[in-house]
């Protein structure tokens, strides 16, 4: 009984930023447990090299170019999506990008405008565009990927910019959760802490962030792709059923402390 409602038999999962790291983790995960995948990037290299690992596993998926600043080209990928596989039952609101440390007080507008682009506007649109047709038949699951960092303020990097997008992508899917309950559309979200994927690399071998970030996470390490990509399985399936407007932190313990 319990397993089953972990099975996407039937079902047709899409997923932005789905070319690497947590994207590439979570189609994996849903195409195990059954479903079809989309995975879109706004890279095209990326988007094909996911493709091609993917592939290479025996996990074949559809892979669409899509830049999720752009509101007009979300809503064609959401047309286009339905159109060719019948219906999209579960968005994976996943793209996102981090920027190096930047005070606050001397961050440039334009650096401030793109994370928030990505990380928040960039999920509204995906869920606004996916949701509609979700709306029309009466179900659906949209998982949002925020962070640990839309709950606390990280240090010792700056960077009031991505900590802002977090915070509002958090409370963004409490909100569209609430008006869509009663509708059948799910909007649940995960809170990664720091995750070993090729955007937080960089940070691992800095002798300034990585010894701290140590200090402050409970069971010392950081979380693998497969570890979130398991919550985006959880939160995508019945196994969730009862669940809308919830935050999943995975963070190895961080927020504790």
Not at 93 to 104: E, F, K, L
Not at 106 to 113: F, K, L, N, T
Not at 140 to 155: A, C, D, R, V, W
Request: hydrophobic share 45%.
């Amino acid at each position: 009984m319990y397993l089953e409602k972990y099975k996407l038999d039937g079902q047709t999962a899409f997923i932005t930023g789905g070319g690497r790291g947590i994207g590439l983790a979570a189609a994996e995960a849903l195409l195990e447990a059954g479903a079809k995948v989309v995975i879109s990037d706004h890279n095209a290299e990326v988007l094909e090299n996911g493709r091609a690992e993917l592939l290479a596993k025996g996990r074949a998926v559809d892979a669409v170019l899509l830049d999720v600043t752009d509101a007009d080209a979300v809503g064609r990928a959401a047309r286009e999506a339905n159109e060719r596989h019948g219906a999209i039952d579960i968005l994976v609101a996943n793209a996102g990008i981090a920027w190096p440390d930047t005070p606050g007080e001397s961050m440039a507008d334009e650096v401030w405008r793109k994370v928030l682009d990505v990380d928040l506007n960039g999920v509204y649109w995906s869920c606004r565009e996916f949701a509609r047709p979700m709306l029309q038949r009466g179900r659906g699951s949209i998982i949002t990927i925020g962070s640990m960092s839309g709950l606390i303020s990280n240090k010792p990097q700056r960077q009031a910019h991505y900590n802002a997008a977090k915070a509002g992508v958090h409370h963004l899917t409490r909100s569209l959760a609430g008006e869509w309950a009663e509708r059948g559309v799910r909007v649940n979200t995960v809170a990664p802490t720091y995750v070993d994927t090729p955007m937080s690399r960089g940070g691992f071998t800095e002798p300034t962030l990585f010894p701290v970030w140590m200090e402050m996470t409970p069971m010392k390490r950081v979380a693998r792709a497969d570890e979130i990509a398991s919550a985006i399985l959880f939160l995508a399936a019945d196994a969730s059923s009862a669940m809308t407007g919830a935050l999943m932190v995975v963070d190895c313990g961080y927020t504790i402390w």
